[in-house]
């Protein structure tokens, strides 16, 4: 059995790792936790490095037979991350690729006496969770229960390589541009939903850094 904690920033990202990318997983007897960011009365939100770092290194010493990976947006990123600033012109992918470099070596380099550069996987979506919904627009509008916004779906969707691609401009965030077609769009309950109905299977497809991290988790071997 191989167990893996995931630190997320927020109840959306808890709520897709424990009822849709769990399931996946358990018949590689691949078992994965959601850890909400932050202590007690004060989780989620502020995804600053201090916080995140403060937590990855919690539990990387608390249970030496586990491993410990994250699932925190690029877009919106709080202050303090290793790799900043970033260099202009880069891809989504090559920023989340750089700042989870920086954030692997200053893990390892902090405690190298808890096996960090093996147990440690860092991972940020690119560039929100709710880019992953448009790897298959029809599943995500019937997730909503909304099937009329199909083709206002499929619009976004088409306008870029990937939906990893679905840029990070404060006013054109995936989550931006689900709320313009869909005002009432409740993140964490109909998110969910519609990550059910999409699967992780065509987000995988659709979205080749995400479908990096998830072969990651898939080939984690049990720990001693």
């Not at 010493?61 to 994250?70: G, I, K, N, V």
């Not at 019937?142 to 006013?171: M, V």
């Not at 689900?178 to 995988?204: F, N, P």
Request: glycine share 8%.
């Amino acid at each position: 059995m191989t167990r893996i904690k995931i630190i997320v920033e927020g109840q959306t990202e808890e709520s897709f790792v424990e009822n849709v990318l769990a399931p996946i997983l358990w018949p590689n007897e691949i078992y994965v936790t959601p850890i909400l960011l932050g202590v007690p009365g004060r989780k989620g939100g502020n995804v600053s490095y201090a916080r995140v770092k403060r937590d990855i290194l919690l539990h990387l010493r608390q249970d030496p037979t586990a491993y410990c990976s994250t699932m925190l947006d690029l877009y919106g990123l709080g202050s303090g991350f290793p790799g900043l600033p970033l260099q202009p012109n880069q891809t989504g992918l090559q920023k989340a690729q750089v700042i989870e470099q920086a954030i692997y070596q200053d893990i390892v380099a902090s405690i190298p006496d808890h096996q960090p550069e093996r147990r440690f996987y860092p991972y940020l979506q690119v560039h929100e969770f709710e880019g992953l919904l448009f790897s298959d627009p029809d599943a995500f509008a019937r997730g909503l229960g909304q099937q009329l916004l199909s083709g206002q779906l499929h619009a976004i969707r088409n306008a870029f390589a990937t939906p990893e691609d679905i840029n990070d401009d404060p006013n054109l965030a995936p989550s931006k541009r689900v709320a313009g077609v869909y005002r009432s769009y409740r993140k964490v309950i109909e998110g969910t939903l519609a990550a059910q109905e999409v699967g992780v299977q065509m987000m995988r497809q659709q979205c080749p850094h995400f479908h990096q991290w998830v072969s990651g988790l898939e080939a984690a071997m049990p720990l001693a």
